[in-house]
């Protein structure tokens, strides 16, 4: 069954701004850490930020760096990704996963690193 839900995608122009929401369903992401990837048509999926189980640790890809921003809200176990200045290359499925703590540092960059999936929000971006 679908363990987390993401929102928030859209149809946008170039410059605009949108806000994804990835929110648990069905059981508790609590004390997760979590991240936001995205697969552009013909492109495999890529890694976009990653959070920290507490909040105080996020990484981003090169590509959205000073544009985008990733936050959650450790009483919901929501995460959002705030996307500003949204370009045509930033078209994409995105989805929201999470990963399950482990006694060991875990890397965050691939999909293989994490272990529950959303199904993913279309965001389209037009010139």
């Known amino acids: 069954q679908v363990q987390l839900i993401e929102s928030g995608g859209g149809v946008v122009q170039a410059g605009d701004s949108l806000r994804l929401s990835c929110a648990p369903s069905?059981?508790?992401?609590?004390?997760?850490?979590m991240g936001w990837f995205r697969r552009a048509p013909g492109k495999a999926r890529e890694f976009v930020s990653y959070?920290?189980?507490?909040?105080?640790?996020?990484y981003y890809a090169d590509f959205v760096k000073g544009r985008f921003a990733i936050s959650r809200d450790l009483g919901t176990n929501t995460m959002y990704l705030q996307m500003n200045n949204l370009q045509p290359e930033d078209t994409a499925v995105y989805y929201c996963?999470?990963?399950?703590?482990?006694?060991?540092?875990?890397?965050?960059?691939?999909?293989?690193?994490?272990?529950?999936w959303g199904q993913g929000t279309q965001v389209t971006v037009s010139s």
């Open positions: 959070i920290s189980r507490g909040g105080q640790t996020t």
């Open positions: 996963a999470a990963q399950r703590p482990a006694d060991v540092a875990l890397g965050y960059r691939t999909p293989h690193d994490y272990d529950y």
């Open positions: 069905g059981r508790s992401f609590s004390g997760y850490a």
